[in-house]
């Protein structure tokens, strides 16, 4: 019995035993693991208390900013109150300047020498002369369209060259020209008179197209073609009254008369480009409407005018303002149904030049014309002239011109000889324009 208590008492001590030692373990690692979560939470709080400063930094910064700003505000407040600056009106009559248009006055004269025992021929005579001051006129008449205006006093009056106005962008590659204006009938025709290669235009253009050459009020409409057999092509068509008396009908003028010019650009190389231009005209030239109170209405007469064109000019890269050469050519043929032959009058004419730019300021060329007078039965008769001439550059806006003409054919008596020593100056934004 005794020994069986003393059995289960030391079972008892057993289970004591392993208890204690149970709890002692379990307490140690709750103390183990209780650091690492204490670590943790460390960890976040750091982050948080971070993460508070930074918003309380920029909460300061943007605070100073916006007292630093009232600060500014408060100062520019009390300079503005202590120097007060009167008020300014300004009318805006100074900026009218910008619509007044630009203004260019071109003068040309000359001193001639006519060849002769007389000093003087049907065509001059010896002495100085003053051939032609140009006011030139051009203004932006508004985003869409200007204007230009030429006009020409002569020492016996003032005349209008041209008046137009050109929309420049109508449609696409498409500008429109309307008023008074030189014709595009090959090249030098559309061009004015003091800014001519020579001093005087070919001699079959102003006997085939007329002194004054074509310049007759009407449109023009131009056409920037795409790029088709050359590197541009630019198709011209012109309708206009037929005011040229010496082709159409003149002060009784016929309308319409139709004009149209293809041009063609190649460039060659850098250096050389050929221009080759065809022309073609039609209109009538009977006379229709009242002159001295009697009324006029002949029959349909027709003029046809047909021309061809070539332009090749060389101009080398870096020195184009020292050094060039130009060859320019133009034929002209005429076919005008005559009221006072039976024949038509059909003459043909051309003339060739050449000119080399030796430097900055010194050009020298050489023209030669051929022409058949213009009238009928006109078969074997011929006029050429042989044009040497000198220009001298003195400056943009100056320019000296020597220029010799001989003249000769088998319908003149006695060749004419002409020595011309011609000045053209030219003054505001226009200077020198060919048109």
Same mark, same amino acid.
């Given at each position: 019995m005794a020994f069986i208590k003393e059995?289960?008492?030391?079972?008892?001590?057993?289970?004591?035993?392993? &208890?204690?030692?149970?709890?002692? !373990?379990?307490?140690?690692?709750?103390?183990?693991?209780?650091p690492i979560e204490d670590l943790d939470s460390l960890k976040v709080q750091i982050k948080n208390l971070e993460k508070r400063l930074n918003q309380l930094e920029e909460a300061q910064t943007e605070a100073e900013l916006q007292k630093l700003k009232e600060q500014a505000l408060q100062e520019a407040s009390?300079? !503005?109150?202590?120097?007060?600056? $009167?008020?300014?009106?300004?009318?805006?009559?100074? !900026?009218?300047?910008?619509?007044?248009p630009e203004i260019s006055v071109t003068g040309d004269a000359f001193l001639q020498r006519v060849q002769n025992e007389n000093g003087f021929n049907e065509n001059g005579r010896t002495g100085a002369h003053f051939r032609v001051l140009g006011i030139h006129v051009q203004s932006n008449l508004d985003p869409f369209s200007l204007t230009k205006i030429a006009l020409e006093v002569h020492p016996d009056g003032i005349e209008l060259g041209e008046a137009y106005v050109i929309w420049a962008n109508l449609f696409k590659n498409i500008s429109l020209t309307a008023g008074k204006f030189r014709q595009q009938f090959?090249?030098?025709?559309?061009?004015?008179?003091?800014?001519?290669?020579?001093?005087?235009? $070919? &001699? $079959?253009?102003?006997?085939i197209l007329g002194e004054e050459g074509l310049n007759q009020t009407g449109f023009s409409i131009d056409w920037l073609m795409p790029n088709l057999w050359a590197?541009?092509?630019?198709?011209?068509?012109?309708?206009t009254n037929g005011q040229n008396d010496h082709l159409f009908a003149g002060e009784l003028f016929s309308f319409p008369v139709v004009l149209g010019h293809l041009k063609n650009y190649y460039d060659l190389n850098p250096d050389t480009y050929l221009e080759i231009g065809l022309s073609g005209m039609v209109g009538q030239n009977n006379q229709r409407g009242y002159k001295e109170g009697r009324l006029i209405k002949e029959k349909t007469r027709l003029t046809k005018l047909t021309g061809l064109d070539l332009t090749l000019n060389w101009e080398p890269l870096n020195r184009a303002h020292y050094h060039s050469l130009t060859w320019r050519s133009e034929l002209y043929y005429a076919d005008k149904e005559d009221s006072l032959s039976k024949n038509n009058i059909k003459a043909w004419g051309a003339y060739s030049y050449l000119q080399y730019r030796f430097n900055e300021r010194?050009?020298?060329?050489?023209?030669?014309?051929?022409?058949? $007078?213009?009238?009928?039965?006109? !078969?074997?008769k011929n006029i050429y002239q042989i044009v040497p001439y000198v220009t001298w550059w003195q400056s943009h806006w100056v320019r000296f011109?020597?220029?010799?003409?001989?003249?000769?054919?088998?319908?003149?008596?006695k060749p004419n000889h002409l020595i011309r020593l011609q000045l053209t100056w030219a003054a505001g934004p226009h200077k020198h324009e060919r048109y």
């Open positions: 059995k289960q008492f030391y079972h008892l001590f057993l289970f004591v035993l392993f &208890l204690a030692m149970l709890l002692a !373990s379990g307490k140690a690692l709750y103390a183990q693991q209780k009390r300079a !503005s109150k202590e120097e007060v600056e $009167p008020k300014v009106f300004k009318s805006g009559q100074r !900026s009218l300047q910008a619509l007044n090959g090249v030098i025709n559309r061009w004015h008179a003091h800014s001519l290669d020579q001093f005087d235009f $070919p &001699l $079959p253009l102003v006997t590197h541009a092509n630019t198709l011209t068509l012109q309708i010194w050009y020298a060329g050489l023209r030669f014309d051929y022409t058949q $007078p213009f009238v009928a039965n006109n !078969s074997g011109r020597l220029q010799y003409n001989y003249t000769n054919g088998n319908v003149i008596e």
